[in-house]
């Protein structure tokens, strides 16, 4: 699958549609301008879908953070029902736009992925009237059945694609899980699976070592397990290892890893030159894009056909920049 056809599902006020409760929108520039020329959007506004008017009365998320109703602010109307009908009706509609991603809109009641203010009552000191106490831990309706209909789907808020760590966590992510389901789509046997592992190896142990060693351990067991069984815990794994930041620490484990495997081949300098390298970028002096720049020069001019495989050192395509922070 070419990065085009690769599904996103985006909150349409981040595309610039103005669907908002006030009639304005969000525009994420980044969005459209940097990822809309890799990715193909499939946008969704809960409160638009669910049938509510443009401009609307704004609402909020109120009682039990765990089963939040969705209410209207000033006329007091329970909009629940109305917007969890459209939830369960949408995500069916979506499990045919075979979505890789989803970006949800920071602090929406509908779509707000994390933190999302729910407001509890509870009594006033004089006893009759009532306040509202807001507890940051809840998340927007639309967003919560998403995550629970795809619990292994990536997903992230608009605000946190400005951090280049949850960006480049995010972006490789949407690109795995694009390559496992075209992995899956193949009709794959035991061999195809040992062949897709080796490749994400190094990918896999940047984002979390104890998981890569679960992967290892269970391809390496493929033959005890029926296929179907095998696919889905090792499509499981995959993304529990992808959703874990991969820091700087590990990053520079897998570097050294991959040095280890030129040892016998370079010059006292040419070591010298590539650990140093490595040091700058633990030290945050050099961008991660600089050592494995070196590292894929040596895998052409050694002719290292297994390091040149591994989607490490290049997991994305190379135009959106994830490894050029410091």
């Given at each position: 699958m070419s990065s085009s056809q690769i599904a996103l599902g985006v909150s349409s006020c981040l595309l610039g549609e103005a669907v908002r409760y006030d009639g304005g929108h969000r525009h994420d520039h980044y969005i459209t301008d940097t990822l809309g020329k890799y990715f193909r959007f499939v946008p969704v506004c809960p409160e638009v879908g669910s049938g509510m008017p443009i401009p609307r009365e704004p609402m909020r998320l109120?009682?039990?953070?765990?089963?939040?109703?969705?209410?209207?602010?000033?006329?007091?109307?329970?909009?629940?029902?109305?917007?969890?009908?459209?939830?369960?009706?949408?995500?069916?509609?979506?499990?045919?736009?075979?979505?890789?991603?989803?970006?949800?809109?920071?602090?929406?009641?509908?779509?707000?992925?994390?933190?999302?203010?729910?407001?509890?009552?509870?009594?006033?000191?004089?006893?009759?009237?009532?306040?509202?106490?807001?507890?940051?831990?809840?998340?927007?309706?639309?967003?919560?059945?998403?995550?629970?209909?795809?619990?292994?789907?990536?997903?992230?808020?608009?605000s946190r694609l400005h951090d280049p760590i949850h960006r480049e966590n995010f972006i490789e992510r949407v690109f795995t899980y694009s390559r496992w389901k075209a992995f899956l789509r193949a009709e794959p046997t035991l061999g195809d699976l040992v062949e897709f592992h080796a490749a994400h190896k190094l990918l896999i142990m940047a984002h979390s070592p104890t998981l890569y060693r679960e992967l290892g351990a269970l391809v390496g067991k493929g033959a005890e397990l029926p296929e179907g069984e095998l696919f889905l815990r090792y499509g499981e794994l995959l993304m529990m290892a992808m959703s874990m930041c991969a820091t700087v620490k590990k990053h520079t484990d897998v570097l050294m890893h991959i040095m280890g495997y030129f040892k016998s081949v370079l010059t006292r300098e040419e070591k010298e030159e590539l650990l140093d390298l490595i040091r700058k970028y633990h030290n945050h002096l050099v961008p991660h894009i600089v050592p494995v720049t070196m590292l894929r020069h040596y895998c052409l001019k050694f002719e290292n056909t297994y390091l040149s495989r591994q989607l490490y050192l290049s997991p994305v395509p190379e135009e959106l920049a994830l490894r050029n922070h410091a």
């Open positions: 109120e009682g039990d953070p765990e089963q939040p109703r969705l209410m209207t602010i000033k006329s007091r109307v329970d909009l629940t029902e109305q917007m969890e009908s459209f939830c369960w009706e949408k995500v069916e509609a979506l499990e045919r736009e075979e979505l890789c991603g989803f970006i949800f809109k920071k602090d929406s009641p509908s779509s707000g992925l994390y933190r999302v203010k729910v407001y509890t009552s509870v009594p006033a000191k004089d006893g009759i009237s009532k306040s509202h106490v807001t507890v940051h831990k809840g998340r927007g309706l639309f967003a919560d059945a998403v995550c629970k209909r795809f619990p292994f789907l990536p997903v992230e808020e608009d």
